[in-house]
């Protein structure tokens, strides 16, 4: 018996070795991609034994999964087999839009880090349905941007369901990655999420504290074969569009256009990339989301235009979130000094070049020319940036950057409001990442620099995070000089020194509904030497998470505010609170997000309690319903009662925004979003038809109106249109 117990043992050892590298083989017969699993897969070596991720990480995958890998000349070639243990079932999808998103959708997902630096990684995913998704992970797919959808290429998916399983087939081009010839070795990792059994497993274990696209945590993808060099790797993609806008307000402001133009990706080596446009449209974006603006500062829109977001990372990933260096929607977009409002001007033409020169630097550098326009003084301005990225340790990294923007245009011939000659910023950030994981953080400093150079122009800043699964803790501070100006950038506050910090502590239950759940504490001060404290809040927390994917959000929040310039807090226009008055108040933050696995789930979120020297309720969140396969409609909304005592005015501000996602097919997608703000008396209509008529290649109709709505005793007036615009655009992806 014992020899019996000590063969079963070895057995398992052995299969554990095993699996944790999985062989990569040549096949001479090609794949079909149609979610039928052929004999060619046969010779392919497995990988198997996926770990639970979610809701435990200690146990193997109830819904296990089988990958295998091939590959010919042209493509690698990847299966994974879905097993369902309760048999034949229904799948989850939002619809049958590209680039799903969510951990309640059915998926399937392979992760690829060619370079085997555990920091940047590309992901491509198939859901039952044969959806497609492919993103980009950086910053070994920690923190906010570590995970992104917006990247787009050419590759091929589907997906068939069986009695009891589902099948994903992949073919993804050599040309569609990144890698050096004569390699031996790939990072690799899978992962499934199963709505079923609300489960998120992976092939290489990964600490449930960590995202499901951790880098620290690959196996290796064995090569049969060296790699080799792919020929040439050029891609064109002409666009023509033509539309027509008609301002009922400003009648001389309507016009009516023809454009066309291109972008063009160019390989220069297997590492690095080249993307050239030449007036780029950007048309087919859709509108921002609009909030209820209640805050004293500039409110951070993200960059939503293609262009910018391939290795986003090398160009946005400076400073944090409040304090960048480099904000790409200042480029194409310009601030009438008169109006005070933003407008459009052209783009003639931008290049970019990002990527690996070899395995420790990545490179990027982008420079774009901005039009003139006349209408407002502006002269034509060009915008460069240049970063360096080294590899330093095992997974951290130094970081360089030098951002320029300059006219070469005569001062003579423009408003000196209009007219700088130039603006530069210079820094360096260090950012660390632990083998493990375990340890992240930050290290900055940039400096702005200007034809007349202030002092105090500079920003630095420390953010250090520890994390384990049952505790974890950060601290971040920063100083913004008075007078850091990095024209391309985005900054929140200046003149201002700030410290923070958050501690959570995690209690996960052995039985029950609830995954994990504990308490925690956070604080923010900042100041500066002039005025003392500006800002500050303490928060009592507690988080409960359930393995239906359901979670709840409680803070008790301590505040103080100093106004050091007047501020109106109705929103409404108005009397402002004085300047150089101070106000502690107390307030309620909670939200709550339901099982995103059923048909009808919503988020509700509250910011309420005392109000500078008054009262807010404030309830926001969105209600959505999922028609599967074809779609979804929801509504997002935000009411805040404002209550002020006399002489100061009360409020009723009311944000709504039903919106409507259609996908008849894989590729024919119908979006339609309103938004009525009371807040700036504005009611938005954007509605999108797209036609991905060919891989990566659009036609887009795209319909906005904005007219003028008012809120009168409870009912919304709707009044005249301001601006009307129909535009279509057809884009085509040509490879070379």
């Keep these: 018996m014992r020899k019996v117990f000590l063969a079963l043992f070895l057995l398992f050892v052995g299969l554990s070795l095993v699996s944790q590298s999985v062989e990569i083989r040549r096949t001479t017969t090609p794949v079909v991609i149609d979610g039928v699993i052929e004999s060619t897969w046969a010779m392919a070596d497995s990988a198997y034994n996926f770990q639970q991720f979610f809701p435990f990480d200690s146990s193997l995958a109830v819904a296990q999964s089988v990958a295998r890998l091939l590959y010919d000349d042209e493509f690698i070639y990847v299966s994974g087999v879905m097993k369902n243990p309760a048999g034949a079932r229904k799948y989850i999808t939002p619809s049958l839009r590209r680039d799903f998103r969510g951990e309640a959708n059915d998926s399937f997902s392979v992760i690829f880090d060619a370079f085997q630096d555990n920091t940047n990684g590309i992901l491509f995913g198939v859901n039952p349905f044969g959806v497609r998704r492919e993103g980009l992970i950086s910053n070994g797919g920690s923190g906010e941007n570590g995970f992104s959808l917006d990247w787009d290429n050419k590759w091929f998916g589907e997906a068939k369901q069986y009695d009891g399983y589902w099948v994903v087939e992949m073919a993804i081009p050599f040309k569609t990655l990144r890698f050096t010839a004569n390699q031996r070795q790939w990072n690799v990792n899978f992962y499934r999420i199963d709505s079923e059994y609300a489960e998120r497993s992976t092939w290489s274990p990964i600490s449930r504290n960590f995202s499901i696209v951790n880098l620290a945590s690959m196996r290796k993808m064995n090569w049969d074969e060296p790699t080799k060099k792919t020929s040439s790797n050029i891609s064109f993609i002409p666009y023509v569009s033509a539309g027509t806008t008609t301002n009922f307000e400003q009648r001389d402001l309507s016009e009516d256009n023809v454009n066309a133009g291109f972008d063009l990706k160019y390989a220069v080596t297997s590492g690095l990339n080249l993307d050239l446009t030449v007036n780029p449209d950007f048309s087919q974006v859709e509108v921002d989301q609009q909030v209820t603006n209640l805050d004293r500062f500039e409110i951070f829109f993200p960059e939503r235009r293609q262009f910018f977001l391939e290795n986003a990372d090398l160009f946005s990933n400076y400073g944090n979130r409040n304090t960048r260096p480099f904000f790409s929607r200042r480029i194409g977009i310009a601030r009438d000094e008169n109006t005070g409002q933003n407008i459009q001007n052209p783009i ?33 301005y060009n915008f460069s940036m240049l970063t360096l990225q080294q590899k330093v340790f095992s997974r951290s990294n130094v970081s360089f950057l030098l951002v320029n923007k300059q006219t070469f245009e005569n001062a003579n011939t423009y408003d000196f409001a209009n007219y700088n000659e130039w603006n530069r910023t210079l820094g360096v950030d260090y950012n660390l990442a632990s083998a493990n ?5 930050k290290l900055f400093y940039h400096q702005s620099i200007d034809e007349i150079q202030p002092d105090k122009a500079f920003a630095t800043g420390l953010e250090l995070s520890y994390g384990v699964p049952k505790f974890s803790a950060n601290i971040f501070s920063q100083a913004v000089g008075a007078n850091y100006n990095p024209e391309v950038g985005f900054v929140r506050r200046r003149d201002i020194r700030q410290l923070a910090g958050t501690a959570r502590y995690s209690f996960f239950p052995v039985a029950g509904e609830i995954q994990r759940h504990g308490p925690g504490f956070d604080f923010d001060m900042l100041g500066n030497s002039e005025f003392g404290f500006l800002d500050w809040d303490v928060n009592l927390l507690y988080d409960v998470f359930w393995k239906s994917s359901a979670n709840f959000s409680l803070r008790l929040r301590r505040q103080y505010t100093y106004l050091f310039d007047g501020f109106d807090p109705s929103g409404a226009g108005g009397l402002a609170l004085p300047s150089g008055t101070d106000y502690i108040t107390h307030l309620l933050v909670a939200s709550y997000t339901s099982d995103q696995r059923k048909k009808f789930f919503y988020e509700l979120s509250t910011r309420s309690g005392e109000y500078f020297n008054g009262t807010r309720i404030n309830l926001e969140g969105s209600f959505s319903f999922r028609y599967q396969p074809l ?34 097919t894989k590729k024919l997608f119908w979006t ?34 904005n007219y003028l709505a008012t809120d009168e005793g409870g009912f919304i007036n709707i009044g005249q249109s301001k601006v009307r615009a129909i535009v279509f655009k057809m884009t085509y992806w040509l490879n070379l």
């Design 348 to 380: 003639p033409v931008g290049a970019r070049l990002s990527g690996k020169v070899n395995d420790d630097l990545r490179l990027g550098f982008l420079s774009m020319q901005a039009g003139r326009d006349e209408s407002i003084g502006l002269p034509s």
């Design 631 to 664: 779609g979804f409609t929801s509504i997002d909304f935000a009411y805040n009662k404002i209550r002020l005592p006399e002489p100061y005015t009360d409020a009723n501000l009311i944000l709504v925004g039903p919106r409507f996602d259609f996908t008849f």
């Design 437 to 441: 994981n375990v340890w992240n953080g």
């Design 672 to 705: 339609t979003f309103v938004q009525y703000n009371s807040q700036i008396d504005n009611l938005n209509i954007n509605s999108r038809l797209q036609w991905r008529f060919a891989p990566v290649s659009d036609f887009f109709l795209v319909y906005t109106d």
